[in-house]
């Protein structure tokens, strides 16, 4: 059995579900999402933040695996939600992670207990995006789309305004030595034209996951990070030639082109089991 870090180093899809319905948590888990993330954050209003924060530990207590989106650092609940997700040894997702050395003091206090996840959602934290990616107990970054839209005043579904911060995520995440980033959120729920058209647009950068905010995205956004059969039969072509072969179908193989190969084998073999 892999352990959660190594869940989140592959997984294509991660589902929210808000701390606050308890309801929903046995149903996300269903989903057929890679993992699931319960939300003290964004989903949760003020006065439920105390009580999602105990229906969250409820759950976790009896073993159900997740991510949890803690409240801000600095916020008045962030301290209490680390200490509750450390408890219980959950994966920590760190919201507007912008500050390398507020990160690494986060992680000294739950002193390795748990994996972070910094979702990196501000243009400071793209300016940072390096450091915060190469802090201790990070294993793979995310990005917040729809807050870095905001705060750039552009659309959070517009690729081309977007896609420079991606880049950096992507670059920020290989120099770091971690997993390649989570993209963000598609907001169109119900559209999976727009669904499919994000997870193509993120795969083409980098990408090899995505945020999902509805049980029907999961799914689809784990087919869209997928080999497609062309790359597979690609890469197994390559991979059969041998090592001394220049070119497969007029093109040169070298090392780092097996080493791509490989690695499109690989995940078409990663296990994606709901959390």
Same mark, same amino acid.
């Given at each position: ?44 209003? $003020? %006065?439920?933040? =105390?009580? &999602?924060? @105990?229906?969250?530990? +409820? ?5 159900? /695996?997740?991510? #949890? !989106? ?46 972070? $996840? %910094?979702?990196? =959602?501000? &243009?400071? @934290?793209?300016?940072? +995006? ?5 802090? /201790?107990?990070? #294993? !793979? ?52 034209? &727009?669904?499919?058209?994000?997870? +193509? ?75």
């Amino acid at each position: 059995m892999s352990t959660l870090a190594e869940r989140i180093a592959i997984a294509r899809s991660l589902l929210f579900v808000p701390g606050d319905r308890p309801d929903r948590f046995d149903k996300a888990a269903a989903s057929g999402a890679d993992l699931v993330i319960v939300d003290l954050e964004d989903a949760v209003a $003020v %006065p439920d933040k =105390e009580r &999602a924060r @105990g229906h969250t530990a +409820a759950w976790l207590a009896h073993g159900n /695996p997740a991510i #949890v !989106r803690i409240n801000p650092p600095g916020t008045t609940w962030a301290e209490t939600d680390l200490r509750m997700a450390a408890e219980h040894g959950s994966p920590v997702m760190v919201p507007k992670a912008e500050d390398p050395v507020a990160l690494a003091d986060l992680a000294a206090r739950i002193a390795g207990r748990c994996a972070l $996840v %910094p979702l990196i =959602e501000t &243009a400071l @934290g793209i300016e940072n +995006a390096l450091a915060v990616c190469a802090t /201790p107990g990070v #294993v !793979r970054a995310a990005f917040g789309n729809v807050d870095l839209a905001a705060r750039l005043g552009v659309a959070p579904d517009d690729h081309t305004a977007l896609t420079f911060a991606r880049s950096r995520l992507v670059l920020a995440s290989a120099a770091a030595g971690i997993a390649p980033p989570v993209d963000g959120v598609t907001t169109a729920v119900r559209d999976a034209g &727009a669904l499919r058209a994000d997870t +193509a647009h993120a795969r083409r950068l980098g990408f090899t996951g995505k945020l999902c905010i509805h049980p029907a995205q999961p799914p689809l956004a784990a087919e869209g990070f997928a080999p497609s059969g062309e790359e597979l039969r690609w890469a197994r072509a390559v991979l059969d030639a041998g090592d001394s072969v220049t070119t497969v179908d007029g093109r040169m193989v070298d090392k780092p082109v097996l080493e791509r190969a490989r690695r499109t084998l690989a995940q078409a073999r990663a296990p994606h089991t709901a959390a």
